[in-house]
């Protein structure tokens, strides 16, 4: 493992493919040529050159890209930036930020936004983004390393993919069947997004506890290893009472420390057969993630996923008709009258990796467990764990957990730091064969 001396910078890519991105500076901001500058701008691309103008429309500067640096104590915001994106609680806001704004253009005349932040920075935002400070110390310090390790992980992956491309995202297209899957390196501007997709950061709006502040403070320079090296440690916020294997929901290969765990103080067997499954799905099992207590859930989850109800366990009806407009509209396929949705391979939580999607027109098979969620939805089905059922004109999903549930259970975890469980021995519980290390 590779000693990191010193906290990295990371670039964040807050914004991307935007026409124009506009905000505020509080404090006095340098370019690299220009400034002092201050208050409301905005930025715009004309002729692959991004275009500064402040608060009275006056152009401040031009250049190919544009880097803004603040005095201590300054900071910016962005407006109208997208959070949850083509996620079921999709929506905009407002939010300031720490650190260097840089702007750059695309080549299709859209500009990109990012926030260059120290790594312990960066941390203090996402424990704050992706939970309530209120939730449990221990549970706090749990996501603090996981989220560590996943970035370091993610930038060694970078770097060496430079080395050794091979791509992020994979999409294999073959008669009848599309099988595609979605990691988290294909931002080539940046080092990792702001939103889901990566890891929730949503800068210094959502930094409201101490705790959250002390948990990076406490942890500093703390991962995840395995045989010596960071763990690419994943997470989600329900597994449902099984976590999922890696290559589920991403490439075709085994990763030791990410593999099936029974999220419960008991033993649950893994799903192999589809009379499990539905089994499994339909009924309520002992697991960690499986609370009922509101006041709990109030404090590890943000508000906009508490509107998320019922996660551990779920049911969604859809209309046959919109359910054909909706795999239409998704696949860009006409699969003409929907027949039937047959899961072909699960993985041991029971989420589906391969599905058969058989109508009057044609039959599809569909892969893995984010592109069924897809395909199924108009935005995304909470989870690949589920079991169809047609009645009449309609189907009915019933389905357990919430995310891909590869790694970390995010409210699992919460549950255990309540029962008292130190950070080691939840990153333990969902982490194979890992050790917890101080490399910085």
């Not at 909470?382 to 549930?405: D, L, Q």
Request: aromatic share 8%.
């Amino acid at each position: 493992m590779g000693s990191v001396q010193n906290q990295p910078k990371i670039n964040v890519g807050i914004m991307d493919r935007q026409t124009e991105v506009a905000g505020r500076l509080d404090g006095d901001y340098h370019g690299d040529e220009f400034g002092p500058i201050s208050g409301r701008f905005s930025a715009k691309t004309e002729a692959e050159m991004i275009v500064l103008t402040d608060e009275a429309n006056h152009e401040t500067h031009r250049s190919t890209s544009i880097r803004l640096t603040g005095q201590e104590g300054s900071a910016f915001s962005l407006f109208n930036v997208t959070i949850g994106n083509r996620f079921h609680w999709e929506r905009t806001e407002d939010q300031t930020f720490q650190g260097d704004l840089i702007l750059r253009p695309r080549k299709d005349g859209t500009i990109v936004a990012i926030n260059q932040i120290s790594l312990e920075d960066y941390l203090t935002s996402v424990i704050s983004s992706e939970m309530s400070g209120d939730a449990p110390m221990e549970f706090l310090k749990t996501h603090t390393i996981l989220s560590r390790s996943w970035l370091l992980a993610a930038l060694d992956r970078k770097k060496k993919k430079t080395e050794r491309p091979t791509p992020a995202n994979k999409t294999t297209k073959k008669h009848g069947e599309v099988i595609r899957w979605y990691d988290r390196e294909d931002h080539e501007l940046f080092d990792v997004c702001a939103d889901d997709h990566c890891q929730r950061y949503q800068g210094i709006t959502k930094i409201e506890s101490e705790q959250a502040e002390e948990a990076v403070r406490e942890t500093r320079g703390t991962v995840i290893t395995h045989q010596d090296k960071i763990c690419d440690a994943r997470y989600s916020k329900a597994c449902g009472g099984i976590t999922e294997d890696f290559d589920t929901a991403w490439d075709d290969k085994r990763v030791p420390y990410l593999r099936s765990i029974s999220d419960a103080s008991v033993p649950h067997r893994p799903i192999t057969t589809e009379e499990e499954a539905s089994a499994w799905i339909l009924s309520n099992p002992e697991a960690y993630c499986g609370t009922k207590d509101e006041r709990l859930l109030e404090k590890i989850l943000p508000d906009f996923d508490r509107e998320t109800k019922n996660f551990f366990r779920w049911r969604i009806e859809t209309s046959r008709t919109e359910l054909e407009e909706i795999l239409q509209e998704k696949s860009g396929f006409d699969f003409g009258t929907l027949q039937e949705i047959v899961p072909l391979r699960r993985g041991p939580s029971g989420r589906i990796s391969r599905l058969r999607v058989v109508g009057s027109k044609r039959s599809m098979v569909v892969g893995k467990e984010l592109e069924i969620r897809r395909w199924l939805s108009r935005s995304h089905l909470y989870s690949s764990a589920f079991i169809v059922k047609a009645e009449a004109e309609r189907f009915i999903f019933h389905g357990a957990g919430w995310g891909h549930g590869v790694g970390l259970c995010q409210i699992g975890a919460a549950v255990m730091a309540t029962r008292g469980f130190s950070a080691d021995e939840i990153l333990k519980h969902y982490f194979l064969g890992v050790e917890i290390k101080k490399i910085y």
